[in-house]
């Protein structure tokens, strides 16, 4: 199983990325699926995620700046992010869950069975 995200990049404030995770040996539409972000010095944090019945869910920061969305033919889940800050400089990571309780655990990172390895955003003032 392998989770791997790209995307990322050097981007100004106010500029937009958008990264991609694409799963290999798994179904991703069985799932449902994640992006978290880590700073240096921080700990991981919930960014937004995706259920498998396409229910999102953000992290007040990001919400109605970052777009998750999903793609189930094409194994893939995005996340479009907008107006760029530079709080929003880390490594972002996508993660995929089994778990029967989502709506209740999506923010917590032991609800999630596979990580991808990262993709650094980094967002210049």
């Known amino acids: 199983v392998q989770l791997q995200a790209s995307g990322g990049g050097l981007v100004q404030a106010g500029g937009s990325l958008r990264l991609s995770c694409a799963a290999s040996?798994?179904?991703?539409?069985?799932?449902?699926a994640a992006w978290f972000r880590q700073a240096p010095g921080k700990e991981r944090e919930f960014v937004a995620g995706v259920s498998r019945s396409v229910v999102t869910y953000y992290e007040d920061t990001v919400n109605g700046r970052f777009t998750v969305s999903r793609s189930n033919t094409k194994n893939t889940v995005y996340l479009q992010m907008n107006s760029l800050k530079s709080e929003d400089t880390a490594v972002y990571f996508c993660a995929a869950s089994r778990t029967a309780s989502y709506s209740a655990r999506y923010g917590n990172t032991n609800a999630y069975n596979y990580w991808g390895q990262g993709t650094l955003v980094t967002v210049s003032s």
């Open positions: 040996g798994l179904a991703l539409g069985n799932y449902h």
